[in-house]
């Protein structure tokens, strides 16, 4: 009898045990036996439950389905898209009214270049942009898409060089001869300005594309639900997941 009770005590507690825990299941079918300590908007803390007293690891919410609290609670974790992942658009909040198609002239009143921060999404590079419109002004901003910003500027430096080369023709002449420093002058600084606004235009296009990006993402939501399904001359509710994509 004293046997019989010790094993019902037993049992007793090791189904307590088992309860006491928390259970996070990922996207991939794993589960972690937890003791989950916080759920932030994008990540969620726990510890082992082998290891109450051990080291707090994080995980990103997008890799989690369902958190089974020991209390018998369930959370469905929401998918989100890559739209919310810090690692690829970064923590700056997308500026508001922008849309698909918007220039340069228009995009640099709304943001501001010393604010770039290279990120894992990175259409445009900026140095290689630079680097584009010191051998030929212009050809950067070609490349990041401003392709009338990048004629403006190469049109600049021809124009500079032929007063250059047209003073040149007539050396013995003061006035003509001023053409040549004004040309030179110009073609100096077309191509000063142009590396400069190539890499300014390649960082703005970059920050603004991250934005579209968030903005337009599909959101993708998982979440429990209850449907009433038919069987003969009645209805029978049954319980499921609903995907929901919001475009």
Request: glycine share 10%.
């Amino acid at each position: 009898m004293k046997k019989l009770a010790f094993l019902l005590v037993a049992l007793l507690l090791g189904t307590v045990a088992s309860s006491a825990q928390d259970i996070i299941t990922k996207r991939n079918g794993d589960e972690i036996r937890a003791v989950v300590t916080a759920v932030g908007p994008d990540t969620i803390s726990y510890k082992l439950y082998d290891e109450s007293n051990g080291v707090v690891y994080t995980i990103m919410k997008g890799e989690v389905v369902l958190i089974k609290y020991e209390n018998g609670r369930n959370e469905v974790i929401s998918a989100r898209s890559s739209s919310y992942d810090p690692l690829l658009y970064g923590t700056r909040e997308p500026v508001a009214g922008i849309r698909p198609g918007m220039k340069y002239r228009e995009l640099k009143h709304l943001y501001d270049h010393k604010e770039y921060v290279r990120g894992l999404i990175q259409h445009h590079n900026p140095a290689g942009a630079g680097v584009a419109s010191y051998f030929i002004p212009g050809l950067g901003q070609m490349i990041c898409g401003e392709g009338w910003r990048g004629v403006a500027f190469l049109g600049g430096s021809i124009a500079s060089y032929t007063l250059m080369v047209a003073g040149a023709y007539h050396v013995d002449s003061d006035a003509l001869d001023a053409f040549i420093w004004t040309g030179l002058a110009g073609m100096f600084t077309a191509q000063i300005w142009s590396i400069v606004d190539a890499v300014r235009v390649a960082k703005v296009k970059n920050m603004y594309e991250r934005d579209l990006m968030r903005t337009y993402a599909i959101d993708v939501d998982l979440y429990p639900s209850v449907n009433c399904v038919r069987y003969g001359t009645g209805y029978q509710p049954t319980a499921g997941l609903t995907l929901a994509l919001k475009f």
